[in-house]
Structure formats: structure tokens, C-alpha cells
């Protein structure tokens, strides 16, 4: 089955606009351009576009991240989209900038967006876009990891964010036809 619904996720308002957590709305919005608009049903930013030949749903939750499911739920539900057809992208605290992965199921690995949207849908078995923005105990910092990932990225890692982020929207187009070990082998082998 294809991917009939996209979801970015990251934390709504301007004071968190640029931190790391916010590494699933980067790559919606540069999914979606201006065409996000205001769905209140939803409590989130929504936009249905066709990718691949495929009619699909970009979402960004106005929740905060902790409360992402809520949005990915009643959208999901009304528009009868199975946990196969979610992508869901996020910020990876175990890859290091720069990287990629595509990857269906498994845990939370403690990222609460993804608990609630693992409890929204009744089933962890939806498939992620894992954007890398690195641990702060492999890159030396003394940082908490709550406080570093509501921070902005240092230049050097935004600029391998961006380059993750891109090589990602290469093969967004394959998972929206359902291509999706074409997909993984162009990712997977293209990161870091």
C-alpha cells in the first residue's frame, strides 16, 4: 500500500520554529510549500496534495509534540487511513546529522510524539522517516536531552540536517507509490 498520509512532526510557535525537535515540520514544509493551511477538526496544519501520482495528506500537528497522536488520530480516522499508509517523520536522538533511515514499527525509543501517536492509532506498526540530529553524549555536550533538542542546531549540523532532509524528499515520491525497499536502499545507502 502506499503512503496516503505524511506527517511532520515538531512543536507549534515561533520560540520553537528552529530547534531540533522541529525536524519533521522542515521536511513537510518543504513538502507542502504555502499550501498548509488551519484544519481545527484537527488541531493541526493539514494540506492534500498529489506526490508520486498519489493523492496524499501533509500534517503538522498544533499540539505539542507530547500530544502529536491526537492530530495524526482524527485525521486518520476520518479519512479512513490504515497505520500502513502513515508516514511519520521525526528527529532521531540516535543518528547523527547528516542521516536518514526509513524504518516501519518498533518502539518510541523514548520520543514522546511517537508514544502518543503509537497510543492514537492502537499499534506502533506505521512506518517513520528518522531525521538525524545526533545525542548530546556522542557529541560531547553536557546538555540534558530535553533542553537540547528545544535548541537550535549549531551551523555545522543544520547544514547535514538540511542535506538528510533533502536526500529524504528524493525518495519520498517512491514511498507515496509503495516503493518502499526501493526507497530504503536509495536512502540508506546515499546517508552517511
Wanted: with cysteine; hydrophobic share 35%; net charge positive.
Amino acid at each position: 500500500m502506499p503512503i496516503r498520509l505524511i506527517v511532520g512532526l515538531g512543536n507549534p510557535g515561533p520560540e520553537y520554529e528552529q530547534t531540533r525537535h522541529n525536524a519533521g515540520f522542515w521536511l513537510v514544509d518543504n513538502l507542502a510549500g504555502s499550501r498548509l493551511t488551519r484544519e481545527t477538526r484537527y488541531n493541526a496544519l493539514a494540506a492534500k496534495t498529489s506526490i508520486g501520482g498519489q493523492e496524499v495528506w501533509l500534517l503538522e500537528p498544533q499540539t505539542y509534540m507530547n500530544r502529536s497522536g491526537q492530530s495524526v488520530g482524527a485525521l486518520a480516522r476520518f479519512y479512513k487511513i490504515l497505520p500502513d499508509d502513515i508516514l511519520v517523520v521525526h528527529d532521531e536522538l540516535d543518528l547523527p546529522p547528516g542521516t536518514a533511515k526509513i524504518k516501519k514499527g518498533g518502539s518510541s525509543g523514548g520520543h514522546n510524539g511517537l508514544k502518543d501517536i503509537t497510543a492514537a492509532l492502537g499499534t506502533q506498526d506505521y512506518w517513520r522517516l528518522r531525521i538525524g540530529i545526533g545525542h548530546p553524549r556522542n557529541m560531547n555536550m553536557q546538555q540534558q536531552v530535553a533542553d537540547y533538542v528545544l535548541h537550535r542546531p549549531r551551523k555545522e549540523e543544520q547544514a547535514l540536517i538540511n542535506e538528510a532532509i533533502e536526500k529524504s524528499l528524493d525518495v519520498i515520491p517512491m514511498l507515496c507509490e509503495g516503493k518502499f525497499e526501493a526507497a530504503m536502499m536509495k536512502l540508506h545507502s546515499t546517508a552517511k
